[in-house]
């Protein structure tokens, strides 16, 4: 009798060994990473002309992992790829963004006040004119450097962004109406944006805000997109212990945080290692209070950090391809 079930018995130890080895294949996180991902925040706004497709596609050039896209919506409730609540700051327009239409919005210039000069680059308003070099392609007064075209100088929409970069990960983050920045506002941008990303079946797109109650609300609308915590999320499970919210996959805090009057140095070997125990990938942004540079770029690397999210992506790759990873930085759940 015995001899007749260990066939049977063995076949059924190799078919719990499959599903078992496909169930912890799943339970891999893919945003964890071994060698920390370059990610161009902005598309690396410290060496291209911010959230323009150009810097995009500069940054992806250099070797760029993962783009970082700042969301602003427009009068007709349509995502944007901007970071201000104004346009201000770098286009060649004023007022809030929600005051315009996309098809307004995209007449303006959006690398208008990018300034390259032997001092860096800036976005001073207050520059000799000759280091505005990209100024006027976007409205077609310049000719546009070979292999771009003018749009790439504009203000893109999110759906141009997606159709522009198929493979290619991407940190959505959503962003405010007004300077005042309520809730409330968040709340409704998350719901555009979820509705934008209806049909979207992307696995590689993470979606963020400083506000949980818009990452709350975008993730009950949109829960099968991958979702990282805002500021109270990431406190919860960081100081407290507690569920950092439903569909997260990655924690992105900077290095150090003001946070209720304390400055708090988030992205701790600590912080960092309990975050992985728990199944999430951690990847980081620069405060004021940060340095954008290699001291800090090398504290992220040892920390095993699995993305650095760099207004100089250029640099940054050329710092990672001679600094790597501790062999504690493996790759694991």
């Not at 307004?104 to 001092?119: E, R, S």
């Not at 993305?307 to 493996?330: D, H, N, Q, R």
């Amino acid at each position: 009798m015995l001899k007749r079930l260990l066939p049977t018995l063995a076949l059924s130890i190799v078919a719990l060994s499959v599903v078992a080895s496909a169930a912890s294949a799943a339970a891999v996180n893919p945003w964890r990473q071994s060698q920390p991902w370059n990610i161009s925040h902005q598309g690396g706004e410290g060496e291209f002309p911010g959230n323009t497709m150009y810097a995009f596609k500069q940054s992806l050039k250099a070797g760029a992992n993962m783009l970082e896209v700042d969301l602003g919506f427009t009068k007709d409730n349509k995502a944007i790829v901007q970071h201000n609540t104004t346009v201000d700051s770098r286009t060649n327009g004023t007022g809030e963004v929600g005051s315009f239409t996309l098809k307004q919005i995209q007449k303006l210039d959006n690398a208008y006040w990018f300034w390259k000069g032997a001092g860096g680059v800036s976005y001073d308003h207050n520059k000799a004119a000759s280091g505005y070099k990209f100024r006027g392609i976007a409205t077609g007064k310049k000719k546009a450097p070979k292999g771009y075209k003018a749009s790439d100088f504009r203000i893109s929409s999110l759906s141009e962004l997606l159709k522009a970069f198929p493979k290619t990960p991407i940190n959505l983050e959503i962003k405010g109406r007004t300077p005042a920045e309520t809730d409330a506002e968040y709340i409704q941008n998350a719901r555009i944006l979820a509705r934008e990303l209806k049909n979207v079946k992307r696995k590689d797109i993470i979606v963020v805000s400083f506000k949980q109650p818009a990452v709350d609300e975008f993730h009950k609308l949109a829960p099968k997109i991958p979702v990282a915590p805002g500021i109270e999320g990431i406190a919860d499970f960081l100081l407290f212990s507690k569920s950092p919210g439903g569909g997260v996959v990655a924690l992105q805090p900077p290095i150090k945080y003001l946070y209720q009057g304390a400055l708090v140095e988030v992205s701790s070997a600590d912080f960092i290692a309990k975050a992985h125990a728990a199944g999430y990938a951690w990847q980081n942004w620069f405060s004021g209070d940060d340095s954008d540079s290699a001291v800090d770029w090398a504290k992220m690397v040892q920390r095993c950090a699995d993305g650095i999210m760099t207004a100089y992506p250029v640099a940054l790759e050329k710092f990672l391809k001679k600094t790597k990873s501790p062999a504690a930085c493996k790759k694991r759940p």
